[in-house]
């Protein structure tokens, strides 16, 4: 490795554990977008700052519920901060339904921009075309339309060499809101920033119901 190789290397680990913040909860270092960020609002209530943009001093929690519930109960807010907040004993609730909110409004974005396809016959001839770079399922979707739909993306992620992404994370009527229209089971997304985000979102939710390896 070259002298020039070597110290640019140096420089990206440092950045890399400069942007590194420390969990209230755990105690163990993590990346900001493996973390929630929280703020003190005007009225010493403590606010999530799921958009990492609110103005004031921050805390960070993992995006995990479990760690945001150990927060609350050890009382971590007020020990990092060293003063007196008022932490809202549904915290944890209010941080997932921001989640959600932002994952919705992820998917209105892609939906605008032409990047969502919805219905199972149109879903499943956008997988044939293999335009389908995430495939979505609502929450409560039938296990059988998923299944059947599941099979044959991924069998033309394993033809294109892709990796498959199946999500699952909104309700039928968290999708349709985010549509605009009725009903809304199946979707499928295509390459575009805005689908992007999505996968993004619906990874901190994802990530945040995780408890103990299972679904919360």
Known sequence: MSEAADSAGKVAAKVAA????TCIATRKERSPEELIRFV????DRIVPDVARALPGRGVWVTCSRIAVEQAVARKAFAQSLRRKVVVPPDLADRVQAL??????????LANKAGLVTSGFVQVEAAISKGAVIALVHAAEAAPDGAA???RRYRAICRELGRTPAV??????????LAMGRPNVIHAALSAGGASDRILREMARIRNFRLCDGKSR
């Open 18 to 21: 400069a942007s590194l913040r």
């Open 40 to 43: 003190v609002g005007p009225d």
């Open 99 to 108: 989640l959600v909110r932002r994952a919705r409004e992820a998917f209105s």
């Open 148 to 150: 059947k739909l599941d």
């Open 167 to 176: 999500l699952s994370e909104l309700s039928s009527d968290q999708l349709s």
